[in-house]
């Protein structure tokens, strides 16, 4: 059974770091590539970030959160990671993790940044 479960999520204040971590089971996760998406509330999903298979050494952003987040993977563990620093409001969602394998969406993580 191919599954992804996000977790990490949480309220911050504006500023702050989060880390989302994704927990992959169920397929050759090294082999595939992953991406994180968010979707905030009233917006449409949007792609945050995407990590290369294997190595995970190619990896995009949104530009509106370059600079501010990490993609990085541990094939080991079979876990996707999403380091968030200097929070904004803005950025408040729930953040699904992603793979082409299966289409497979995790059930997501909220994330909510206020004072």
């Given at each position: 059974?191919?599954?992804?479960?996000?977790?990490?999520?949480?309220?911050?204040?504006?500023?702050?770091?989060?880390?989302?971590?994704?927990?992959?089971?169920?397929?050759?996760?090294?082999?595939?590539?992953?991406?994180?998406?968010?979707?905030?509330?009233?917006?449409?999903?949007m792609?945050?970030?995407?990590?290369?298979n294997?190595?995970?050494?190619?990896?995009?952003?949104?530009?509106?959160?370059?600079?501010?987040?990490?993609?990085?993977?541990?094939?080991?563990?079979?876990?996707?990671?999403?380091?968030?620093?200097?929070?904004?409001?803005?950025?408040?969602?729930?953040?699904?993790?992603?793979?082409?394998?299966?289409d497979?969406?995790?059930?997501?993580?909220?994330?909510?940044?206020?004072?």
């Amino acid at each position: 059974q191919v599954q992804l479960v996000e977790s990490g999520g949480g309220l911050v204040q504006p500023g702050g770091s989060l880390r989302l971590s994704c927990a992959a089971s169920g397929f050759p996760f090294s082999a595939y590539s992953m991406r994180w998406y968010r979707q905030g509330p009233g917006k449409e999903r949007m792609l945050v970030a995407t990590i290369n298979n294997f190595r995970g050494d190619y990896t995009t952003y949104a530009d509106s959160v370059k600079g501010r987040f990490t993609i990085s993977r541990d094939n080991a563990k079979n876990t996707v990671y999403l380091q968030m620093t200097n929070l904004k409001p803005e950025d408040t969602a729930v953040y699904l993790c992603y793979c082409p394998y299966g289409d497979t969406w995790g059930q997501g993580t909220q994330v909510t940044v206020s004072s």
